[in-house]
C-alpha cells in the first residue's frame, strides 16, 4: 500500500530526515540545461507571486519507500526511488544560495537554510538530509559541508557553480528582500506529490513499475537494482568492492552483454531482450543475501573474462593475447 500527498520542498526537507539514493540508481546527471530551466521557472514564479502569494509551480513527483534502518539512529531515513534528480538539485540550489548569502554577510539566514534544508545540524556527524549514490556522495558533502573543493567539474559541482552564478547576477544590491523572496518560492511555491511507500511494500516493485510506465531503464540497470535491493546491509560494500570496478570496467552495453551470455550458457535460446526477466528467474531462487553476494561475485569474475576479451591488450600471456587479437580482428 502507498500514500500520496501534495506538498513543498520545505515539508519534504524540514525536520530530522534522510533521503538516501539506492546504489542501484543513476548518478546524478542534470545539465546546464535541465538547471537553467528550473531556475527560470523559479523566477518567473518568484515574479508572479509578487501578486499572488498563493502561487505554486507543480515540479513532478517523489516516491519514496522506507529504508530497512528507518528510524534506527533518529532520523526519518527514506528511500528515494524516483526523484532523486530534481531533489539533487533543489539541494545543490539551496546550497548555493547559503553560500552566497554567507559571502554577502547575512549569516544567520545562511544557518536557517543549512540547519532546515540540507544537514540535521541538531544530530551527531550533522548527517545530510540527502545521501546521494556512491558516485556522487563525495561531491554532494563537500557543497553541503561549504568544503574547501565544493564546485568541482563533475555534474554535481557544476549545477552548484550555475546556481552560484545564477544567484548572484539576480542579487539587486538595491533590493534587500529579492534572495528571500527566491527562497521563498523553492521551498513554499515549488508543489510535488510525494508518494510514500509502506514498510512491507516492495521498493524494487515499485521501480519496475516506473520503468514499465516511462523511466526506461536498461536491463543492466534493472538486475543492479534486483540484486542490490536484495543484499540488505551488506549492499554498500560489495557495491564498492565489486560492483563499482565492475560496471566501470565494461559499460552499461557490454554488462547488459555479460548478463546475457550468462543466462545462454544454461537457455541458448535466451534473446537478449529478455535478459533481466530470465536473470531475475534464475536469481529467485537464491533465498539470502549470501547468495546474491556470491553470484555478484562470480558475475566479476565472468566480467573479467569478458573485458579481456573485448580488449585483449588486458592479457599478460602473449600467446592468448594473440589468439584473442585474431579473434577480435
Same mark, same amino acid.
Not at 194 to 213: G, M, P, Q, W, Y
Not at 263 to 269: A, I, M
Given at each position: 500500500?502507498?500514500?500520496a500527498a501534495?506538498t513543498?520542498?520545505?515539508?519534504? $526537507? ?5 533521503y538516501?539514493?539506492?546504489?542501484y ?5 542534470w545539465g546546464?540545461?535541465q538547471?537553467?530551466?528550473?531556475w527560470?521557472?523559479i ?7 509578487r501578486?499572488? @502569494?498563493a &502561487?505554486t ?5 517523489l ?7 528507518f528510524? =534506527?539512529v533518529?532520523?526519518?531515513? &527514506?528511500l ?6 530534481? $531533489?539533487?538539485?533543489?539541494?545543490? =540550489? &539551496?546550497?548555493a /544560495?547559503?553560500d552566497? &548569502? ?10 536557517g ?25 563525495? *561531491?554532494h558533502?563537500?557543497v553541503?559541508r561549504a568544503a574547501?573543493? *565544493?564546485?568541482?567539474?563533475d ?11 545564477w ?15 527566491i ?15 509502506e514498510?512491507?511494500d516492495?521498493?524494487?516493485r ?5 520503468n514499465?510506465?516511462g523511466?526506461r531503464l536498461?536491463?543492466s ?20 568492492d565489486v %560492483?563499482l ?5 565494461l559499460?552499461?552495453?557490454n554488462?547488459? =552483454?555479460?548478463? %546475457?551470455?550468462?543466462l ?6 535466451a534473446?537478449q531482450?529478455d535478459t ?6 534464475? $536469481? ?7 547468495d546474491?553476494e556470491?553470484?555478484?561475485q562470480?558475475i566479476a569474475q565472468?566480467?573479467?573474462? /569478458? ?6 591488450s588486458?592479457? @599478460?600471456?602473449a600467446?592468448?593475447?594473440g589468439?584473442l587479437?585474431?579473434i577480435?580482428?
Amino acid at each position: 500500500m502507498v500514500k500520496a500527498a501534495e506538498t513543498d520542498l520545505s515539508g519534504v $526537507l524540514e525536520g530530522r530526515k534522510q533521503y538516501q539514493v539506492p546504489l542501484y540508481q543513476r548518478p546524478y546527471s542534470w545539465g546546464h540545461s535541465q538547471c537553467a530551466q528550473l531556475w527560470n521557472d523559479i523566477i518567473d514564479l518568484t515574479a508572479a507571486r509578487r501578486t499572488d @502569494p498563493a &502561487l505554486t509551480h507543480f515540479i513532478g513527483s517523489l516516491v519514496l519507500a522506507q529504508s530497512p534502518d528507518f528510524e =534506527l539512529v533518529g532520523v526519518a531515513r &527514506l528511500l528515494v526511488v524516483d526523484g532523486q534528480q530534481r $531533489l539533487t538539485t533543489l539541494s545543490l =540550489l &539551496l546550497a548555493a /544560495l547559503r553560500d552566497h &548569502l554567507r559571502g554577502t554577510g547575512d549569516d544567520a539566514r545562511a544557518d536557517g537554510i543549512q540547519a532546515q534544508y540540507l544537514a540535521n545540524v541538531y544530530d551527531r556527524g550533522t548527517p545530510p538530509k540527502l545521501l546521494p549514490t556512491l558516485k556522487d556522495r563525495d *561531491a554532494h558533502l563537500a557543497v553541503v559541508r561549504a568544503a574547501a573543493d *565544493a564546485g568541482g567539474s563533475d555534474k554535481v559541482g557544476s549545477a552548484y557553480n550555475h546556481f552560484r552564478a545564477w544567484i548572484a547576477a539576480a542579487d539587486d544590491p538595491d533590493d534587500p528582500h529579492d534572495l528571500e523572496e527566491i527562497e521563498t518560492a523553492v521551498v513554499r511555491g515549488l508543489s510535488l506529490v510525494v508518494v510514500t511507500a509502506e514498510k512491507d511494500d516492495n521498493a524494487h516493485r515499485i521501480f519496475e513499475s516506473l520503468n514499465n510506465t516511462g523511466l526506461r531503464l536498461a536491463q543492466s540497470d534493472l538486475l543492479k537494482n534486483y540484486l542490490f535491493m536484495r543484499l540488505g546491509e551488506r549492499s554498500e560494500a560489495v557495491y564498492a568492492d565489486v %560492483w563499482l570496478p565492475l560496471e566501470k570496467k565494461l559499460g552499461p552495453d557490454n554488462l547488459e =552483454l555479460l548478463f %546475457w551470455l550468462d543466462l545462454v550458457q544454461t537457455d541458448e535460446r535466451a534473446a537478449q531482450s529478455d535478459t533481466y526477466v530470465g536473470q531475475q528467474r534464475r $536469481l529467485e531462487r537464491f533465498t539470502g543475501p549470501d547468495d546474491i553476494e556470491a553470484e555478484v561475485q562470480r558475475i566479476a569474475q565472468l566480467g573479467d573474462l /569478458l573485458a579481456t576479451i573485448l580488449d585483449p591488450s588486458r592479457e @599478460p600471456d602473449a600467446e592468448v593475447r594473440g589468439r584473442l587479437e585474431r579473434i577480435k580482428a
